[in-house]
């Protein structure tokens, strides 16, 4: 299996961020998006973090990948899945709708999908801003499926290489205090994971 990650493999660009410094200090101030046309992904989350977080989709930039996000979510499949990778004034992941349910084993977090097809890179100018939301991949470009990341601070050297689908709206806090992982291993947030309790579309 192939972990769908931030760089896929070991999440290598989550640790050329430590190594190389890129982390800082999540910013205290919310994203302040437009709401546009959506459709709008609703996350409500609990663990740590408690509330509703609301993600303008942006089928402007990614239609496939908006396609399945809204697709997998009316289905309930991001129902109680878990945030498995967390890393401090990076970004928050989740998504992994095969192997990444809460109550379930966890050890394979990250390496599933779901079951429709990978999607072809959607590839846009859209730079990654804090709170900008964007597909997760293995080394393969086209491989998206299922997970997002959402990020917590501006990571400018993702830009062009990962699909944006949109960006919060609401709920940057809720964001905020989703429970962070160990960065020595990569954000993996071995223990009790915040989870999406239910994801809705509207």
Request: aromatic fraction near 2%.
């Given at each position: 299996m192939s972990e769908r990650a931030i760089?896929?493999?070991?999440?290598?660009?989550?640790?050329?961020?430590?190594?190389?410094?890129?982390?800082?200090?999540?910013?205290?101030?919310?994203?302040?998006?437009?709401?546009?046309?959506?459709?709008?992904?609703?996350?409500?989350v609990e663990g740590q973090a408690k509330g509703k977080i609301v993600i303008d989709l942006r089928p402007d930039l990614a239609p496939k990948h908006v396609e399945q996000i809204t697709t997998l979510a009316k289905r309930g499949d991001y129902d109680n899945v878990v945030f498995h990778r967390v890393i401090e004034g990076f970004m928050a992941q989740t998504g992994d709708v095969q192997y990444g349910k809460a109550g379930g084993d966890l050890t394979s977090a990250g390496m599933g999908g779901s079951d429709l097809p990978d999607i072809p890179a959607e590839f846009s100018a859209e730079p990654f801003a804090r709170g900008v939301v964007g597909m997760a991949r293995s080394n393969d470009p086209n491989s998206a499926n299922s997970q997002f990341f959402i990020m917590f601070a501006p990571g400018d050297f993702l830009n062009g290489q990962y699909t944006v689908v949109g960006s919060v709206v609401e709920g940057m806090d809720v964001v905020d205090q989703i429970k962070k992982g160990d960065q020595a291993n990569n954000g993996s947030v071995s223990s009790e994971p915040d989870r999406i309790v239910k994801a809705t579309v509207e």
């Open positions: 760089v896929g493999g070991l999440a290598a660009i989550g640790m050329a961020v430590l190594t190389a410094g890129f982390i800082s200090v999540q910013s205290a101030q919310p994203a302040r998006a437009e709401d546009g046309p959506g459709p709008n992904l609703v996350l409500q």
